[in-house]
């Protein structure tokens, strides 16, 4: 099937999804090709979506975004991971750190070590060997120092937190900048191709009627293309993740800014916190099958840091995915595309992903339904393997006695889940795709701050004695904790360079 070239390119939607288009296409492609991005002022963009995971940087760099300018322009913070209080048990929490963890050996994976002397009661937890979840801790940030040599300073991962509004904004400049042409106005209908179905045209409140040879749905949970006019249907998923109700507001910022979002479980869900300069953004994400509007309102309102700036506002979602992320000449990216919670800050990831594989497929020679077909099957996998990581904070729950929680216990998982689990338990084994977003690393962090215990290791660690790897670990422990006592606190480092004016 064959379109010829493209030479239009329409993105319906100016949320961070859609600006995030038009930022990577209007830096990348340069045959000619029109951008032309249609919003609404009357309806308005989702407005959360604050919190982000280190690969974000990679997307900075491919549309040259410079990161101080950008911090100051977002009224950004720093990310070094996600702090779990409350999910295992009560009264428990970790930190699911980003980057490395310790230094793998040629025999085998550093963890598998510590898991040897953990196992063996000789060693803390594996906290201690991270110099993400150390500094965290310790509300210390610095960027990796590339001239550490082999020090954990060049290990740093970091992400960001940024205010969504301004983020758009800020991507719309930047686009618009670049040629990207901007149209307000509601769109009411859509033109099919009578042969083949494809979009024509979709048509605005005034009459006026926008053609395109491709289209990029970014119109959030509507879904206004890929749903509304070509019906390509919606896999659900929330008998896995069961919430499906989100409550946001800010509230004033406190001291100390801290470089890392918190996630706290209650009684039907969780709450978010994520640490702006100029504020903090908070949500309570629960499910309404277990949980009143009212109750989940008032529990957030009452577990706030700060004064709160704004009414809470009230969202639905299903959690789930599009059947097909490509159909035909649209391609849906962010809310449009499918929706997880937030728990691991992966939606404006799956964005990001979205954009550069339809870049990497570009049907710039027509639509090849082989192309569409790997599009989707890649979009698919990556969704079924964010999906297991979140179950996992659920399933593995000892907070017994609270229904919520008792069905996430209780609830039967995907096979795929099962499976790492079972590994991890009998041999310490975590196994993934390489091309899997989330790194041994992260399953480890998880399943063990939820309480997953290991019974074994990998055999070749006894390749050296107990008292070699003693050792080895002190010294890994000691080196981490004198680089994060070294680093400035998360304040004094933003002063020193993204300060927003
Ligand atoms: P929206 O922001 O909903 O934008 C839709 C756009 O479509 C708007 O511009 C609107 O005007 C336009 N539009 C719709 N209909 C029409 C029409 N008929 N005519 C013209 N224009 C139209 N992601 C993260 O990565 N980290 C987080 O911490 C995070 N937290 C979240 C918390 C919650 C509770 C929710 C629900 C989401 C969260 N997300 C998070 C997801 C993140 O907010 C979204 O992925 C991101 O904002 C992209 O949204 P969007 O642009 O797809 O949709």
Request: some cysteine; hydrophobic content about 40%; proline content about 4%.
């Amino acid at each position: 099937m064959s379109l010829g070239l493209v030479k239009n390119i329409v993105i319906v939607g100016g949320g961070t999804a859609g600006w995030m288009t038009a930022a990577a296409m209007s830096a990348l492609i340069s045959n000619g090709c029109k951008i032309r991005l249609v919003e609404s002022d009357e309806i308005s963009t989702i407005g959360v979506g604050e919190a982000t995971i280190p690969v974000i940087r990679g997307f900075n760099q491919l549309i040259g975004v410079d990161e101080n300018e950008f911090l100051r322009q977002t009224q950004g913070t720093f990310k070094l991971g996600i702090e779990f209080v409350n999910w295992s048990k009560q009264g428990e929490s970790y930190i699911h750190g980003f980057g490395v963890i310790g230094r793998d050996q040629l025999l085998a994976k550093f963890y598998q070590y510590w898991l040897k002397l953990y196992q063996a009661g000789k060693a803390p937890g594996v906290e201690h060997y991270s110099i993400n979840t150390m500094a965290a801790s310790m509300n210390k940030f610095m960027r990796a120092a590339s001239d550490s040599g082999d020090s954990p300073l060049s290990d740093i991962s970091h992400a960001f937190h940024f205010d969504a509004g301004l983020y758009a904004k800020y991507l719309r400049g930047l686009s618009e900048g670049r040629g990207v042409q901007r149209t307000e106005g509601r769109i009411v209908d859509t033109v099919l191709r009578a042969d083949d179905g494809f979009v024509e045209a979709i048509v605005m409140e005034n009459g006026e009627r926008i053609e395109g040879d491709l289209f990029v749905d970014c119109s959030g949970f509507r879904g206004l293309l890929i749903e509304g006019a070509l019906k390509t249907g919606y896999e659900d998923w929330s008998h896995w993740l069961p919430c499906d109700r989100a409550i946001a507001v800010p509230c004033e910022s406190v001291s100390p800014l801290l470089p890392y979002t918190r996630a706290t479980a209650h009684d039907a869900g969780w709450q978010w916190r994520i640490p702006l300069q100029h504020r903090i953004g908070n949500g309570h994400v629960y499910s309404s099958k277990f949980m009143e509007p009212e109750q989940a309102e008032s529990i957030l309102m009452n577990n706030l840091d700060g004064k709160p700036l704004a009414q809470p506002r009230h969202l639905k979602f299903t959690t789930g995915k599009r059947k097909r992320a490509w159909n035909r000449n649209v391609v849906a990216i962010g809310l449009a595309g499918g929706f997880m919670e937030p728990l691991e800050s992966t939606s404006i990831h799956l964005v990001q992903t979205g954009i550069t594989r339809l870049l990497m497929m570009f049907p710039h020679l027509g639509y090849d339904q082989a192309d569409i077909d790997s599009f989707n099957e890649a979009t698919d996998n990556e969704y079924a393997a964010i999906r297991d990581f979140l179950i996992l904070h659920y399933k593995l729950n000892t907070r017994e006695g609270k229904p919520f929680w008792d069905y996430c216990r209780n609830m039967e998982i995907p096979a795929t889940l099962q499976r790492r689990m079972d590994l991890y338990r009998s041999n310490g084994r975590i196994v993934r795709a390489s091309d899997e977003l989330f790194t041994e690393t992260s399953w480890l962090q998880v399943m063990h701050g939820q309480g997953l215990r290991a019974k074994g290791y990998h055999p070749l660690v006894d390749q050296r004695s107990e008292a070699d790897i003693a050792a080895f670990l002190a010294n890994v422990k000691d080196v981490v904790l004198r680089c994060a006592e070294h680093m400035p606190t998360h304040e004094e480092y933003i002063a020193s360079c993204c300060a927003a004016p």
